[in-house]
């Protein structure tokens, strides 16, 4: 199983309209990505809270469609 | 979940000061992020139950549901979930790992 990096994406943002979002395909085998995501919804949320906003964003594909996703939060 | 997984989890968590739910083993981790926070505690000399989430299908899914968060590895200090592998990474590099260490006297490396 794997995810586009696309889709990805579309998904982080459909959540949270004014992120910044990077993504890279770590292995190249579209199951091994990194995003950055800055937002200015994560101000006044902890780090763990901003990193669930990002899987919730993702509907339960995270640990399922998709294995490894490594994720950098910041605010904007 | 299970109460009989849930009852597991509670139990590791109040037992040990600081619980890592990981894949594998800290002497033989079967993936890259489960090692790599494995590593981070060895470096600082931190002791620590690794639990290995392979070994029981009912734990590898509650210990997600138990805390809400859909990945593993999982650092639990003093019972509290401090983050998975990006989290525990990033406050180490920048010293918040070390500040909660001693935030919750936990013995380690300075």
């Known amino acids: 199983m794997a995810m586009d990096l696309k889709e990805i994406e579309t998904l982080i943002k459909e959540a949270l309209p004014d992120a910044v979002v990077e993504i890279q395909d770590l292995a190249g085998d579209g199951n091994h990505y990194s995003a950055t995501v800055i937002s200015n919804k994560f101000f006044g949320k902890s780090k763990i809270e901003q990193h669930k906003m990002v899987y919730n964003s993702l509907k339960g594909k995270m640990g399922n469609e998709l294995h490894a996703l490594a994720i950098k939060t910041k605010e904007q | ?110």
């Open chain 2, 1 to 110: 979940m299970e109460q009989q997984t849930k009852d597991l989890i509670n139990n590791e968590i109040s037992n040990n000061e600081v619980c890592l739910f990981m894949k594998g083993t800290p002497d033989a981790p079967q993936c890259g992020f489960s090692m790599a926070v494995s590593n981070m505690l060895k470096i600082l000399e931190v002791k620590y139950k690794g639990v290995n989430v392979l070994e029981s299908s009912a734990l590898r899914e509650g210990i997600k549901e138990f805390s809400d968060w859909p990945t593993v590895p999982q650092l639990y200090i003093k019972n509290e979930f401090v983050g998975g592998c990006d989290i525990v990474k990033e406050m180490y590099e920048n010293g918040e790992l070390k500040k909660i260490l001693e935030d919750k006297k936990i013995n380690f490396k300075k």
